[in-house]
């Protein structure tokens, strides 16, 4: 059942877990349900049922709206910034920590954070309508949080390309051509098939393998234990700026 908190369902069938997440306004994430996502992906890193994940959203509108708004804009002290901008640093650190190989379905546009989802995945599948915005700065603060993630992905320059023109969107091929997607489909049919087939044949292998693969992928990110803590202080400090207070006002008003 979907609520103003949002849902989230896995499925476990023949060695994939299947995980869905879905919020009312365009996929975004309450601090609670970022909390049962990260939890959930550390619960299946142990799970010797599973071999692989697929991390999917509910709908066919957006894939992620990034971390929400609502909660953003109730943000009054450092503490509770930092509070409200750890919950992507966790979920990251869960994705790169753990264990299965994780694939990313990406049906729809992802903003902010959702965008730092799909760079957090170990591959990734997208359909044409799967654009991505990078749109922190518009708002007074910046993607320091996923910055690590993205650029680890796309680079630096293609990330800063993104981060200093936050109100324009980047095509799914552009994403493609920069190495965010693998693959990209004209519909969500073909998306979905494709995801079947690959999860299906990656679960085939050996299990010992891919986990050996999957450390070997994230070489040289053990500091992002503190260093996507640090970037959420950061974050938590600018979102009390009266520069970011009178923009979030006005993005409030213009919704």
Known sequence: MQDTKGSLTTVIENKIATVEFGHPASNSFPRSLLDKLTAEITALSSNDE???????????????????????????????????????????NAMRTCSKLIIGRIHGKAVGGGVGIASACDYVFATENAAIKLSELAIGIGPFVIEPAVSRK?????????????????????????????????????????????STKLASYNPQALQEMKKVIWEGTEDWETLLLERAAISGQLVLSDFTKSALEQFKKAK
């Open 50 to 92: 599973v071999v692989v994940i697929v991390i999917k959203s509910s709908g066919t509108g957006a894939f992620c709206a990034g971390a929400s708004f609502d909660e953003l804009l109730a943000v009054s002290n450092a503490e509770e910034g930092l509070n409200f901008f750890s919950g992507f640093s966790h979920l990251i």
């Open 154 to 198: 796309i680079g630096t320059t293609a990330m800063t390309e993104m981060t200093l023109n936050p109100l324009k969107w980047k095509s799914a091929t552009w994403a493609q051509q920069k190495g965010l997607y693998a693959e990209v489909f004209e519909t969500i049919e073909l998306l979905d098939h494709s995801v079947v087939q690959f």
